[in-house]
C-alpha cells in the first residue's frame, strides 16, 4: 500500500485469498486513513462464473502489506454501486467502535429498564394539633395577657413526608411501606415521567409495614413491576435499590443479599412481625417502600429500615410476605395476626448457669435448652392461660423448642383463636407444667390498648426505626 502523510488520500489495493478464486485482480479504493468504508468487489471463480462480496475496509495498513480479506459469505453478482452512490457519508471508525460497545449491557442496566418505570415518588401531608402551652394557661398570665395572645398563637402545623412505591396492576393499584403513609390526610404520587395524581390507601397493615395505594389512572395503563420469589434468594445475590431517597429522584443503588430472615427482634423493631431481607444496597430516607430488584429485574423486596449507627445495614420486606396479604389489603380488608403475648429469650445451659452464680440476679433459672419467658403481658392469651415470668418452654404442639424462632413460626402458622399445647418447666426444681394457650388477634389487642394509651393532642408518635440494645432484643409472638 503506497503510503501518504496523515489526513491525505491514499489508495488500498485488496487481494482476495480465496479457495476457489482463479484470479484475484486488485481493487483501488480510495479514503482518508482511519475511515471505515464499504465496499462491492468483484471477482472470478475457478467454474468460470463471477461473484461478487461487501467488504468493510478499515483505513489502517502494514506499508508494503496487502490487506488479506475472505469473504463472509458468497452471494449472486450483483451490480456495482454508482460513483452517486459512493458519495454517502461513510461511517468512522470511532462510529463503529462506539457501536460495538454497547451492543451488550450489564444486568444492572436491564433490570433498571424493566422496574424503573413502575417505581413511584409518594408524597403526603399530615396535619398535626399544637398542645396548649402550660404557662399561657396560668390564671396570673392571663390576667396580665388576657387571651389574645393565646388565639394568635397557631393550633396546627402540617408535616410533610416522602416515600416511594411501584406498582403491582396496570390499573394503578401500587405497593409502599405503611409508615409512610400513616395517617396522612393527603397522598400525592408522582410518575417517573413526571405525570402526579392523588392516590387514596384502601388498605395498610402496620405490623407487616405494607400499605397498598390506589391512583385514578382515567383508564390509561401504567407501567407495572414484575413480582420474583423471595424465597429463592440466598446469601451473595445481586439485588439493586430503586426509589427517591432524600429527594433524588430515580436513584439506583447496588448491593448483595447479606443475610436472610432477620426477626424484628434482631433488627430493632420488635413491633413488626417480619422476617427481613438484610442487605448493604444503600437505603436511605426516601427508599422507603421502593423496590428490591434481583438481577433478573423481578420484585423480591419492599425496602424499609435501615440501621442509622451503621453503615451498609439495610432491610427489607420479603416480597413472599407481601404477597400473601396483597388480595386483602387491596380490598380494604384487615389482616389477622395470631399472638399470645410474651416476650421471650432463647436459652442455653450456658446462659442459665451464668445467670445462676449472680447473686444479683432476679431468679433462678433450670439450666436447659429452651426458650425462656422474660414477661407476660397483661390480658393477654398467656397471662389467662397462667403462664408466668422465667418459665422455660420446651415444647410446643409435642414439637421441642429449641429457640424462641421456633416459637415465632409455630404461632405465625397458627390461626387466630386456635389452641396451642404448651410445655413449661417452672423452677429449679425441674416441675414440668401442661398449659393450653388459644392465640388472640394482635391487630385487634393493639388497637384496643392504643384507644386507652391515645397520646396527648401534638405528641408525636416513635419513630418505627428505632435500634434496640442488644440485651433488649426479644421477640414478641
Known amino acids: 500500500m503506497k503510503r501518504e502523510a496523515p489526513g491525505s488520500r ?17 481493487v483501488g479504493s480510495e479514503f ?53 452512490q459512493e458519495q454517502k457519508p461513510e461511517a468512522t471508525a470511532s462510529d463503529f467502535t462506539a457501536q460495538n460497545r454497547r451492543l451488550s449491557s450489564s444486568f444492572v442496566t436491564k433490570a433498571v429498564k424493566l422496574v424503573g418505570p413502575a417505581v413511584v415518588r409518594i408524597d403526603t401531608e399530615r396535619v398535626v394539633q399544637l398542645p396548649a402551652d402550660p404557662v399561657l394557661e396560668d390564671p396570673l398570665f392571663r390576667y396580665f395577657f388576657g387571651d389574645e395572645f393565646q388565639r394568635q398563637l397557631p393550633k396546627e402545623r402540617t408535616e410533610r413526608g416522602q416515600g416511594s412505591g411501584f406498582f403491582i396492576s396496570s390499573d394503578g393499584l401500587l405497593l409502599t411501606n405503611a409508615h409512610v403513609v400513616a395517617k396522612a390526610s393527603k397522598v400525592t404520587v408522582t410518575l417517573i415521567d413526571g405525570r402526579s395524581y392523588p392516590g387514596k390507601v384502601v388498605g395498610t397493615d402496620d405490623l407487616l409495614d405494607l400499605a397498598v395505594i390506589r391512583i385514578d389512572t382515567h383508564s390509561e395503563k401504567v407501567p407495572t413491576a414484575p413480582l420474583g420469589s423471595s424465597g429463592e434468594l440466598q446469601v451473595g445475590d445481586w439485588v439493586i435499590a430503586l426509589g427517591n431517597p432524600v429527594g433524588l429522584d430515580n436513584t439506583v443503588t447496588l448491593g448483595i443479599v447479606s443475610s436472610l430472615n432477620r426477626s424484628s427482634a434482631e433488627v430493632g423493631i420488635p413491633d413488626k412481625k417480619i422476617n427481613f431481607i438484610q442487605t448493604d444496597a444503600a437505603i436511605n430516607p426516601g427508599n422507603s417502600g421502593g423496590p428490591l430488584v434481583n438481577e433478573f429485574g423481578e420484585v423480591v423486596g419492599i425496602s424499609t429500615a435501615i440501621r442509622p449507627n451503621a453503615e451498609g445495614i439495610g432491610f427489607a420486606i420479603p416480597i413472599d410476605t407481601a404477597k400473601a396479604v396483597l388480595d386483602m389489603l387491596a380490598k380494604g380488608e384487615k389482616v389477622q395476626h395470631p399472638f399470645i403475648g410474651i416476650q421471650m429469650v432463647t436459652l442455653t445451659p450456658e446462659l442459665a448457669k451464668q445467670n445462676n452464680q449472680d447473686p444479683n440476679a432476679l431468679a433462678l433459672i433450670p439450666e436447659v435448652s429452651g426458650v425462656l419467658v422474660l414477661k407476660v403481658l397483661p390480658k393477654t392469651p398467656a397471662a389467662e392461660s397462667g403462664l408466668r415470668r422465667f418459665d422455660v418452654i420446651l415444647a410446643v404442639n409435642g414439637n421441642a423448642i429449641s429457640n424462641a424462632r421456633d416459637i415465632q413460626k409455630i404461632v405465625d402458622s397458627s390461626r387466630v383463636g386456635q389452641e396451642l399445647k404448651i410445655r413449661v418447666l417452672r423452677g429449679v426444681d425441674g416441675k414440668t407444667i401442661d398449659i393450653s394457650i388459644r392465640t388472640a388477634d394482635m391487630t385487634q389487642f ?14 408525636e408518635a416513635p419513630p418505627g426505626i428505632v435500634p434496640m440494645p442488644r440485651h433488649r432484643r426479644f421477640s414478641i409472638p
Open 446 to 459: 393493639r388497637l384496643e390498648e392504643e384507644k386507652k394509651l391515645s397520646p396527648e393532642e401534638g405528641q
Open 32 to 84: 482518508r486513513q482511519g475511515e471505515v468504508a464499504q465496499r462491492i468487489v468483484k471477482y472470478r471463480t475457478s467454474d468460470g462464473g463471477e461473484r461478487a462480496v461487501s467488504v468493510r475496509i478499515f483505513g489502517k495498513a502494514k506499508e508494503n502489506k496487502q490487506q488479506h480479506v475472505e469473504p463472509p459469505s458468497q452471494q449472486p453478482l450483483q451490480k456495482l454501486p454508482t460513483q452517486q
Open 10 to 26: 491514499v489508495v488500498v489495493a485488496l487481494a482476495f485469498n480465496y479457495h476457489n478464486c482463479q484470479a484475484a485482480p486488485h
